[in-house]
């Protein structure tokens, strides 16, 4: 029962970091146009923050999700969820940047052009959109993925993970060996 539940997260932990990756060089080709680039510290296209972070989401706060919190007659629940995913992500954002920068010299991103940031790692914009962002995936995307995941049969999942796996670790250990 464990090894399913890790494999099942570690898909969800894939699939994540690769919306991850797309959310990021969407941003940077079509939004600032600033051309292509791998997003990512890896080779492949996925952004291994993005599904550490979704994961955590989907630990942290999906019982908190089902919960219905009550001030009045007002379900608050979705703003609490918003909130904790606001600090949940700015919290793997900020402590992500510290581990970069003691394993590489530096990090991938900097926002020290943004109002309210802290020390460039962390800011204000981009925190409110990854609480945009884990609530559609929260509220959205996950459900769409659970059906999904039922539909496909263990085997195949089992298989999918698996290959995935094997395929982000070699990334892993080339970047390593590389340098």
């Avoid at 051309?35 to 955590?56: I, K």
């Avoid at 949940?88 to 992500?96: F, G, K, P, S």
């Avoid at 959205?140 to 263990?154: D, H, I, S, T, V």
């Amino acid at each position: 029962m464990v090894v399913k539940r890790l494999k099942t997260l570690y898909l969800y932990f894939w699939l994540y970091a690769v919306l991850g990756w797309i959310y990021e060089v969407f941003l940077e080709t079509v939004v600032y146009q600033w051309g292509f680039s791998n997003r990512g510290f890896l080779f492949g296209p996925y952004c291994p923050v993005y599904g550490f972070g979704a994961v955590l989401i989907l630990l942290v706060l999906g019982p908190l999700r089902k919960k219905r919190i009550l001030v009045g007659k007002i379900n608050i629940t979705p703003l609490l969820v918003f909130i904790g995913i606001v600090v949940l992500t700015t919290t793997v954002e900020l402590l992500t940047s510290y581990l970069m920068e003691w394993t590489t010299g530096g990090w991938l991103w900097d926002y020290r052009s943004y109002p309210f940031h802290f020390q460039g790692r962390i800011a204000l914009n981009p925190s409110i959109r990854f609480g945009i962002g884990g609530m559609v995936i929260l509220y959205g995307l996950q459900p769409l993925l659970e059906k999904m995941r039922n539909k496909m049969g263990e085997q195949r999942w089992n298989t999918a993970s698996t290959v995935l796996f094997i395929v982000m670790m070699a990334d892993f250990i080339w970047k390593i060996w590389k340098g």
